[in-house]
């Protein structure tokens, strides 16, 4: 699918909302001459009238706007089509509002937004197009649920949370269940903006991830080690998994800890 | 009479009654501390009613008379009254009369000659003895006939003690044992009917919950005390009972009562009805209404604090959700202007490099910075505050913490011995933290070098220490530092907002970790220390 300007014949057109009419001729300015094709609309109605005609690649929206503030609006898309969404936001991680924006929002900039990292997300966003995961449960087995649209897991009984960069990686995963999806794969789901990610980030990460969402981390029966390759994730009681190994991981094996 | 075993029964049932209410409706703690506080009044004041209502008469000499009977002497019921005691007396006397006169009475039929024969002495023993047989066969007829009701009064009243007060003693008659069944059968049901009003009034008070308005517990308790005291019609008016005539008691026509609403000092109403004509009210009946009307006083005064703490509490979550809504405005309000003059500094110091562009970007994030951090102490202090930590290395946010001071003049070292090591944080309040800590060392280390250090700490974590070569942190002040508002003493003309080193102490505690101020080493200016969970690079 869309990997990004430049890599494909169409540009990947992006719908922007936004109250500030300078941030809005200027963001599409910088987004324009990056390859983008940029549609704008100064509030949620607007937003709605032009969905009506064209649906954007993805839509970047603020979060506070007069009458439909972003949340309502981002809501609104939502029920109307799975459209990928930026919020873009004045308040940053670790704010309550933050927490529901998960739930409808792919990723979130904070304002003042630094460009290229904006656009280091617009692009993983615009990627991750490919992946295939169904914003539903997917049911991994007796002891593992994952909802990862809104972030969870449900180990056994208990809900646990997952981080964005957690989530992103299990939708890696999830998309290729049972297959092996190398560690510089997850690397560059789970760290697109981030210059300087190394394999170590992944490793540790997973080993977190196993903490969570393993009922014995040491032990682990859906996220497995396909050591000096990547990492797989299988589901629990299908006894065919060892045998539909990974094709590309040769020094495969099932892991154990 | 007051049974022990129903006085304790519902004795019991109040303690219990407490947590069950309490656990039952799922109410907060304030709910449940003032209901187990209305079972301890209840438990009190339904003592106070026992010792009011039947302390002084009935407990004690009922278990006296109880005790008595029971040690089998039934020696009280011989001090009941003269009458009684004459009757036995002439029993007696009758059973030793009788053979006495029966023999005078022979000797002188038969022969007063013959009775100095000697077949009259053996016809004499015979008489003696035929007639002794019959006197103690008479005294004892006459003994068990006057025993039989005592008996059953007895056992009427070891049944009112166990508990039954229901059954009735029947002794025919109009005598006085018969007037002592009657007296015992009237009050076994004053004191039934008595128990049944209080375990309806406890039961009524039971049912109640702070959660009730006050209105409400007054309509319940009117219509309680009807069915409780079987009154023809009953009232609770939350007024000044002096506004409330007592009305005059006409014979034949209903009868008036009324009690007043008392809880503590203060008068919350009156409590008023009538009863059928028919029925006695006494002394008793009247205190068990006062009981009742004070319960139902405290009630619904609790009811009334109640609703104000919860009315208080409400306003209290809105006026936070308000605060938390106009910050989030001034943020976004201030938020917005920034973001555009930061883009566009940008964009043109691309097309025409400019030191002053740069230096324009460079205030504006430091602005947006100050009012993130404004927004992050209230964050904090409502506890919305939640960091989502993910592994990063320290070394990439420090120099992009450095590089957004843009100091090119002093001389800055980033010293990583963490050896792979990754920390466990939120980037963005971990920028928060490092940008305030950096900017910090640059405004109070005069532009001495800046070193900083990032080296595994003990059990899993990361240390990374930030020092300059500058004076140093005063000894006065060491203690007020991560104080909010607080400045070095020296420091007041500075630019801060005197939050940067509280609101980066708590980010730090939120992420699991924290901010020291490290002790004094010579040549060495000041020098704080972020400590934050941490993991080895090794594949897993």
């Known amino acids: 699918m869309l990997s990004g300007p430049g890599a494909h014949e169409t540009a990947p057109r992006i719908l922007i909302v936004d ?6 001729v200027l963001l599409a300015d910088q987004l324009r001459s990056d390859g983008y094709e940029i549609q704008t609309a100064r509030d949620g109605d607007e937003a709605l009238r032009r969905l009506r005609t064209s649906w954007p690649d993805l839509l970047i929206i603020d979060m506070m706007m007069p009458r439909m503030d972003g949340l309502s609006l981002a809501r609104e898309i939502k029920g109307r089509a799975d459209l990928p969404i930026i919020v873009l936001s004045a308040i940053d991680a670790g704010d309550s509002k933050a927490d529901l924006l998960d739930e409808v929002a792919e990723d979130y900039v904070t ?33 593992l649920t994952l909802d990862l649209h809104r972030r969870e897991a449900t180990v056994g009984t208990q809900v646990v949370q997952l981080t964005p960069t957690e989530s992103r990686l299990l939708y890696a995963l999830a998309a290729n269940i049972g297959q092996t999806v190398t560690t510089d794969t997850l690397l560059a789901r789970g760290w ?49 998994t060892t045998a539909t190994t990974a094709t590309n991981a040769t020094t495969a094996g099932p892991a154990d800890g | 009479m007051v049974e022990p075993g129903g006085v304790s029964a519902t004795g019991a049932t109040v303690p219990d009654a407490a947590p069950a209410v309490a656990t039952g409706a799922a109410a907060p703690a304030l709910d449940a501390a003032a209901q187990a506080a209305l079972a301890r009044e209840v438990s009190d004041r339904e003592a106070a009613a026992r010792d009011a209502l039947f302390g002084d008469t009935w407990p004690d000499d009922l278990d006296r008379e109880a005790d008595r009977g029971r040690e089998g002497g039934r020696g009280g019921w011989l001090n009941l009254g003269l009458s009684f005691r004459t009757r036995l007396t002439i029993a007696l006397v009758a059973a030793s009369i009788i053979p006495l006169a029966g023999f005078g009475i022979l000797l002188l039929i038969v022969d007063p000659a013959a009775a100095q024969g000697a077949t009259i002495g053996r016809f004499l023993l015979f008489i003696l003895v035929v007639a002794a047989i019959s006197g103690i066969l008479l005294a004892y007829l006459l003994a068990a006939d006057l025993t039989a009701p005592l008996r059953a009064i007895a056992a009427a009243v070891d049944r009112a003690s166990a508990g039954d007060l229901s059954t009735p003693i029947v002794v025919p008659g109009e005598d006085e044992l018969a007037r002592l069944a009657d007296s015992h059968n009237r009050l076994a049901a004053d004191l039934e009917r008595r128990n049944r009003e209080l375990g309806r009034i406890l039961q009524a008070i039971q049912s109640g919950s702070p959660h009730d308005s006050p209105d409400f517990i007054a309509g319940r308790a009117a219509n309680d005390a009807r069915t409780a005291f079987g009154m023809i019609d009953a009232y609770v008016l939350l007024v000044d009972p002096d506004d409330i005539a007592e009305e005059e008691r006409i014979p034949g026509e209903s009868l008036p009562i009324r009690a007043v609403l008392r809880a503590g000092s203060e008068d919350l109403g009156v409590l008023v009805g009538h009863l059928p004509a028919t029925r ?39 006026l936070d959700a308000a605060k938390d809504d106009f910050l989030r405005g001034v943020s976004h309000n201030l938020q917005t202007p920034l973001t555009s003059i930061r883009a566009y500094a940008d964009q043109l110091g691309r097309d025409r490099p400019d ?74 309040q971990l920028d928060q933290v490092l940008w305030a800590l950096l900017d910090n060392a640059l405004k109070y280390g005069n532009r001495t070098p800046i070193t900083v250090e990032i080296a595994p700490d003990t059990q899993s974590r990361l240390r990374l220490t930030i020092c300059d070569l500058g004076a140093g942190v005063a000894e006065s002040d060491r203690a007020r530092l991560f104080r909010r508002f607080e400045r070095g003493a020296d420091r007041s003309a500075d630019d801060g907002s005197g939050l940067g080193l509280y609101v980066s102490r708590e980010l730090c505690r939120a992420m699991e970790g924290d901010l020291v101020l490290e002790p004094h080493v010579a040549g060495r200016g000041a020098a704080f220390s972020i400590y934050l969970p941490g993991e080895p690079p090794e594949e897993a």
């Open chain 1, 19 to 24: 109250d500030d009419p300078n941030l809005l």
């Open chain 1, 111 to 143: 304002k003042p937004y630094h460009y290229p990292e904006l656009r280091a997300r617009i692009n993983r966003v615009l990627r991750r197009l490919g992946d295939k995961v169904p914003r539903q449960s997917l049911v991994l087995g007796p002891s």
């Open chain 1, 192 to 240: 697109a903006e981030t210059e300087d990610a190394d394999p170590s980030y992944v490793w540790v990460t997973m080993r977190r991830l196993r903490q969570k969402v393993e009922v014995d981390p040491n032990r682990p029966v859906h996220l497995q080690t396909v050591r000096g390759v990547g990492y797989r994730l299988v589901m629990a009681d299908a006894g065919a």
């Open chain 2, 280 to 318: 006695l009210w006494e002394r008793a009946d009247q205190d068990l209404l006062e009981l009742y009307a004070s319960e139902v006083a405290v009630a619904i005064r609790n009811a009334q604090l109640f609703a104000r703490v919860e009315s208080q509490n409400s306003q209290l979550l809105e």
């Open chain 2, 355 to 428: 030191r002053r562009l740069g230096i324009i970007a460079e205030q504006t994030d430091r602005l947006s910075r100050m009012v993130r951090q404004l927004l992050t102490v209230t964050r904090l202090e409502s506890g919305a505050l939640k960091p989502r930590s993910e592994v990063v290395a320290l070394a990439h946010p420090v120099r992009r913490a450095w590089e957004a001071l843009a100091a090119a003049d002093v001389t800055f070292t980033v010293d990583d011995r963490s050896g792979g090591w990754l920390a466990v944080a939120d980037v963005d």
